[in-house]
């Protein structure tokens, strides 16, 4: 295939695609045969894999330079008709339904496609296409938004990923500072943040009421696929949690005071875990990638083959720079059957976490390109993230030629970082449930909310004389609240299942490497709780699983003398 930055980018025609759709659509219906509407479908899913590869393109290279015109103008464009055709898609999975054919085409393309045809029919009526497409603009603003800041510090204008350096710093006064800077970034846009905010749940509604549900929490699940749980058994997760992990995050950030010679942790110190600095990899970002080319050539022939097409291919944009959107993903290219990884390196250990979580995803995609229909090209979310954080963990035995003589230190900051994160993570999914129970609450009630949310499960945690984040206004930083409600939970259920590898491979590697990469080939073909039996995996949502999981690495961070850091 052609490297990345020449691949050809063409705007998708609306009226064409829409027609052609329809042809297909109408000759399903009226197919006489499961092989006539097999064949039919094998037509629509090359009409889809075009336009998502279109689409993908024009959103990597809006995300790479926000500042680009041409595709700023594209960007805007996908956001009209994607919703459009999700509609086609919607019609397609009612068809599919109300097959004839039903049997044998679940004996071709398998259950989990019916599966998720029930859950996507009741997303959509062409009734919310408009409010779609307000919800996409209205992303899109925050994705500008926060892409927009320019924080004068200690002589240059930095963006948000730049300063993230600075909030580890080992110098305190420079932490102070720099966080700071970053909250007034914030606060000073407060209001446009909360109007955008209150756009989306209002839009986000009103989706639902049209859609028969009586607020968007149902609809939220149905979106995401969730097919084998519900809230109410995520909220018994969020219990175990609340449980068996908020008093070890508790325990751990006292021990990280005592490492900083600290009376109490305040916010401003959470990101410095060492007096002697964070673990940083070493080298330049090329080196870096080198060194993840050498880990990936001896981890596995698989994992070999993927890296090396990657960087032949030049299917990562990896640096941080000036109109670059912040964070990190990792999407696919469905006509060239590849990913393509995206991050902002800026120094720090997440640059190695790019090249082992969003590769993880990266590898997932890869793995499971045989699949033939796009919905099994990527699990549910929770199952995704599960490929990522694992993938964090196996690649621990390749750590030294990163963190040379930090190793140690990372792999404590690594797995103790692991546990602190999912009080945090249940912290955004319990706020977004009271604000889609709730959609008529004000912005000051839902900063107040969220900080009453945020003190339950970490309560350890002091904004100092930070009145802004004190009113509760720290999920502004958090995108998935804007961009994709209900999403976060997933990467703490994933969190709990890669943990569960963690440990699987400390007994036996190779064992856990081939349930992982069955999990990996098998893609979306199966629900979440399906692909975690598959992978030899407990249940996150029974009773015990957090406790048994937990208890090994909790006695692994406990016989680390973290002093020596």
């Known amino acids: 295939m052609p490297k990345f930055n020449e691949l050809l980018y063409e705007r998708p025609n609306l009226e064409q695609l829409e027609s052609n759709i329809d042809q297909l659509l109408n000759a399903f219906k009226n197919a006489s045969s499961a092989t006539a509407q097999n064949d039919i479908m094998t037509q629509f899913n090359a009409l889809r894999n075009n336009f998502m590869t279109m689409a993908v393109l024009c959103n990597v290279r809006y995300t790479i330079n926000t500042l680009d015109e041409f595709y700023d103008k594209e960007n805007e464009y996908m956001d009209e008709i994607t919703p459009i055709l999700d509609g086609k898609n919607s019609a397609f999975y009612q068809l599919l339904l109300d097959s004839p054919f039903r049997a044998e085409l679940e004996a071709k393309w398998g259950k989990q496609l019916f599966n998720i045809a029930e859950l996507q029919s009741k997303t959509f009526k062409p009734e919310i296409i408009e409010d779609m497409q307000q919800e996409n603009k209205l992303i899109s603003q925050y994705t500008k938004l926060t892409a927009s800041a320019k924080i004068q510090f200690e002589g240059e204008e930095r963006n948000m990923s730049q300063m993230t350096p600075f909030l580890q710093s080992k110098n305190r006064d420079t932490r102070l500072a720099a966080q700071k800077l970053v909250s007034e970034f914030?606060?000073?846009?407060?209001?446009?943040?909360?109007?955008?905010?209150?756009?989306?749940?209002?839009?986000?509604?009103?989706?639902?009421?049209?859609?028969?549900?009586?607020?968007?929490?149902?609809?939220?699940?149905?979106?995401?696929?969730?097919?084998?749980?519900?809230?109410?058994?995520?909220?018994?997760?969020?219990?175990?949690?609340?449980?068996?992990?908020?008093?070890?995050?508790?325990?751990?950030?006292?021990?990280?005071?005592?490492?900083?010679?600290?009376?109490?942790?305040?916010?401003?110190?959470?990101?410095?875990?060492?007096?002697?600095?964070?673990?940083?990899p070493k080298g330049t970002p090329e080196e870096i990638v080198e060194s993840g080319r050498q880990m990936y050539k001896e981890m596995s022939a698989e994992?070999?083959?993927?890296?090396?097409?990657?960087?032949?291919?030049?299917?990562?944009?990896?640096?941080?720079?000036?109109?670059?959107?912040?964070?990190?993903?990792?999407?696919?290219?469905?006509?060239?059957?590849?990913?393509?990884?995206?991050?902002?390196?800026?120094?720090?250990?997440?640059?190695?976490?790019?090249?082992?979580?969003?590769?993880?995803?990266?590898?997932?995609?890869?793995?499971?390109?045989?699949?033939?229909?796009?919905?099994?090209?990527?699990?549910?979310?929770?199952?995704?993230?599960?490929?990522s954080m694992s993938m964090e963990f196996f690649a621990w035995p390749w750590m030294e030629s990163f963190f040379k003589e930090e190793t140690d230190k990372y792999k404590f900051s690594h797995l103790s970082s692991a546990l602190l994160f999912i009080p945090y993570g249940v912290t955004v999914d319990e706020f977004q449930h009271y604000v889609y129970e709730n959609p008529t609450a004000t912005p000051t009630e839902r900063k107040t909310k969220w900080r009453e949310i945020e003190q339950k499960y970490l309560p350890h945690r002091d904004y100092a004389d930070d009145d802004f984040l004190n009113r509760g206004g720290f999920w502004f930083r958090q995108m998935h609240i804007f961009q994709m409600p209900f999403y976060y939970i997933d990467y703490t259920l994933a969190q709990v299942c890669a943990m569960e590898f963690w440990s699987k491979a400390r007994t036996n590697r190779e064992a856990a490497w081939q349930d992982y990469l069955r999990l990996c080939q098998a893609g979306g073909s199966r629900s979440f709780l399906g692909l975690v039996e598959l992978a030899g995996l407990r249940n996150p949502f029974e009773d015990g699983t957090i406790k048994h999981i937990v208890e090994p690495i909790a006695e692994w961070i406990d016989s680390i003398d973290d002093s020596k850091f």
């Open 186 to 280: 914030y606060a000073s846009n407060e209001s446009a943040f909360d109007d955008i905010y209150d756009q989306l749940v209002k839009v986000r509604h009103g989706m639902a009421q049209k859609l028969g549900y009586d607020n968007y929490v149902a609809l939220g699940y149905a979106k995401l696929t969730r097919s084998d749980y519900d809230h109410k058994m995520v909220a018994n997760y969020r219990k175990q949690v609340y449980e068996n992990l908020v008093p070890l995050s508790t325990k751990l950030r006292k021990r990280q005071a005592k490492r900083l010679g600290l009376d109490a942790l305040s916010f401003c110190d959470e990101k410095l875990e060492f007096l002697s600095g964070n673990a940083k």
């Open 303 to 387: 994992t070999h083959a993927f890296f090396e097409m990657m960087v032949e291919n030049e299917l990562m944009d990896l640096v941080s720079k000036k109109g670059k959107a912040g964070g990190g993903y990792c999407t696919y290219l469905n006509d060239y059957k590849v990913p393509f990884i995206f991050s902002n390196f800026n120094g720090t250990s997440g640059d190695v976490d790019v090249l082992t979580h969003e590769a993880g995803h990266a590898f997932q995609v890869y793995s499971s390109s045989h699949f033939e229909i796009p919905e099994y090209l990527w699990p549910t979310m929770e199952s995704a993230e599960i490929h």
